[in-house]
């Protein structure tokens, strides 16, 4: 037995989840509400802007979610291919702008081969298949889902609708999803109590999720009458619903993979928010959702 009472952790007893850093002052709400202030004006613009402006945007936050996710890789011990997962990244996202979709398999292909023969450069790695399997991870979870974000940019050209509606359905899908993570936050700070994810991430609580629920079709519902008409009232509900879960499921993935790195925040790149993974991780699971609704039961695009 241990001092404090409790059996003491043999050679063979796994021992607790390592505690991820504290967070830091950063997270202060004021610094939250001024980073968003900022960044809402200049999001608006690039949406509407869209084509290659939209598509840079996109880039640079592909380009950063990645550096932080293999630096995180790398605190764990692994070695990802951090070049080549920055570089077939961005050619992922110039296939999807550049509509040639047919050419992903090729890109994927090369991506996989090439990862397999880097490792014989190294023989002396211990850990060879985590090594290509983070590297290949990264790409799909930072480089893939933030592409439906131009997807969704881009959406117009199939469904036949202007271009300009492009903005309303990137701006739908960062609309909700905030408004979940503001409202899961909010709520959360003032009423949670229940924290069943406590092994996962010890702030968030049954009562935040709720109100992250809540926040989310709210948001759907103003959007629709704000700026998104195309959507039907059983389309607002549906699309609430669906992104005020699977942004909190994107919130919780990404608070997991943080917790088994250690890591309080992925970086302290954007004031009050953490990381570009700690601000986008929500979008990573909305924005498919966002799409694919939109695509599917909004347009009946094939």
């Known amino acids: 037995m241990s001092a404090s009472g409790s059996p003491a952790a043999g050679p063979g007893t796994p021992g607790p989840d390592p505690?991820?850093?504290?967070?830091?002052?950063?997270?202060?709400?004021?610094?939250?509400?001024?980073?968003?202030?900022?960044?809402?004006?200049?999001?608006?613009?690039l949406a509407r802007a869209g084509g290659l402006v939209f598509g840079i945007f996109v880039a640079l936050e592909v380009v950063l979610g990645l550096i932080e996710f293999y630096r995180m890789m790398r605190d764990k011990g692994l070695q990802p291919y951090t070049r080549l997962g920055l570089a077939a990244g961005l050619g992922l996202l110039w296939v999807i702008y550049r509509g040639d979709t047919p050419h992903v398999d090729f890109l994927a292909t090369a991506l996989v081969l090439l990862t397999l023969a880097f490792e014989l450069r190294r023989p002396e790695a211990r850990q060879r298949v985590e090594d290509m399997a983070v590297t290949l991870f990264g790409l799909l979870y930072v480089g893939w889902l933030s592409a439906h974000l131009i997807l969704l940019r881009e959406l117009p050209w199939r469904a036949g609708t202007e271009y300009a509606?492009?903005?309303?359905?990137?701006?739908?899908?960062?609309?909700?999803?905030?408004?979940?993570?503001?409202?899961?936050?909010?709520?959360?700070?003032?009423?949670?109590?229940?924290?069943?994810?406590?092994?996962?991430?010890?702030?968030?609580?049954?009562?935040?999720?709720?109100?992250?629920?809540?926040?989310?079709?709210?948001?759907?519902?103003?959007?629709?009458?704000?700026?998104?008409?195309?959507?039907?009232?059983?389309?607002?509900?549906?699309?609430?619903?669906?992104?005020?879960?699977?942004?909190?499921?994107?919130?919780?993935?990404?608070?997991?993979?943080?917790?088994?790195?250690?890591?309080?925040?992925?970086?302290?790149?954007?004031?009050?928010?953490?990381?570009?993974?700690?601000?986008?991780?929500?979008?990573?699971?909305?924005?498919?959702?966002?799409?694919?609704?939109?695509?599917?039961?909004?347009?009946?695009v094939p």
């Open 19 to 45: 505690a991820p850093p504290a967070k830091s002052s950063s997270w202060a709400l004021g610094l939250r509400v001024a980073s968003g202030v900022l960044f809402v004006p200049l999001l608006v613009l």
């Open 165 to 300: 509606a492009g903005a309303s359905y990137v701006l739908l899908a960062f609309f909700v999803t905030w408004s979940c993570d503001s409202g899961a936050y909010g709520v959360g700070r003032l009423f949670g109590r229940n924290r069943p994810w406590a092994r996962i991430s010890p702030r968030k609580s049954l009562e935040g999720a709720l109100g992250g629920l809540a926040a989310a079709v709210a948001a759907a519902f103003i959007a629709r009458a704000w700026f998104a008409p195309y959507l039907r009232v059983w389309d607002a509900a549906a699309l609430g619903l669906l992104v005020g879960v699977f942004a909190q499921v994107g919130d919780l993935v990404e608070s997991l993979m943080k917790r088994d790195a250690a890591h309080g925040d992925s970086s302290d790149l954007i004031p009050g928010h953490g990381g570009i993974l700690d601000r986008f991780d929500s979008l990573y699971f909305a924005a498919p959702v966002v799409f694919y609704y939109l695509k599917v039961a909004v347009f009946g």
